[in-house]
């Protein structure tokens, strides 16, 4: 499948996104999955643990500063779909605006991150790593708060995973999927604007509505 960044952003827009097998099969394919994993935005769990790491751990929090680690983090498994068409297509929607990374350092380390595809006041959460304990549920709290912050409506993960659920992620069927999708793209929403993110006030936010 030949796939251009204006392919790319439509297939999201109808409700499906590309795969590889892995990270050398340079063939992509589209996924339309029956059921979908979605976020709901004020139904993100930070546990206790999770809040005393969040207040304690002294990580840094940034935004697209470093985007193509965060995607080479994500890949860096022995299992991944991530193969070198997707990672330059990523490139591309980043540099267009289209694509976001929220990572974690520890010092000048980069330690945790998560990255996405934003359409409207939709974010379509791709992948995520952890170099460190938690750093990837770091990274999603953060990232929630920021998409509540900025006006997003939906967050879609893709697939629903035991991780993801024990944070709040639940499961949709396609055609509710569908309607919230062309709910959310027609809507706007800004990832980059300023907005107010210390430990404290994340957690506050978060656990006022989760």
């Known amino acids: 499948m030949s796939l251009s960044p204006e392919l790319l952003l439509h297939g999201y827009s ?5 795969m590889a097998e892995h990270r050398d099969d340079p063939e992509l394919f589209w996924v339309d999955p ?17 809040g005393r790491r969040i207040r304690s751990c002294g990580y840094s929090i940034t935004i697209n500063q470093t985007f193509d680690k965060v995607v080479d983090g994500c890949a860096d498994r022995s299992d991944t779909w991530i193969n070198a068409k997707l990672r330059d297509l990523y490139q591309v929607l980043n540099v267009s605006g289209h ?6 350092w520890d010092g000048d380390e980069l330690v945790g ?19 460190r304990t938690d750093t990837s549920k770091i990274a999603l709290a953060y990232l929630v708060d920021r998409l509540r912050q900025t006006g ?12 993801l659920a ?3 992620a639940i499961e949709i069927p396609r055609g ?7 709910e959310a793209i027609n809507a706007s929403a800004d990832f980059t604007a300023p907005i107010s993110q210390s430990p404290e006030g994340v957690i506050q936010r978060i656990t006022q509505t989760s």
């Open 166 to 168: 024990s944070l709040g």
């Open 152 to 163: 997003f409506r939906l967050f879609d993960t893709q697939f629903l995973t035991p991780h």
């Open 34 to 50: 029956k059921f979908r994993g979605v976020f709901p935005l004020d139904g993100f769990h930070i546990s206790r643990s999770l």
């Open 113 to 131: 991150g998560v990255y996405g595809v934003t359409l409207g006041a939709a974010f379509f959460g791709e992948s995520m790593f952890s170099r």
């Open 14 to 18: 109808i409700g499906i996104f590309p």
């Open 99 to 104: 694509a976001h990374s929220v990572e974690v």
């Open 176 to 182: 509710q999927y569908r309607q919230a999708l062309a």
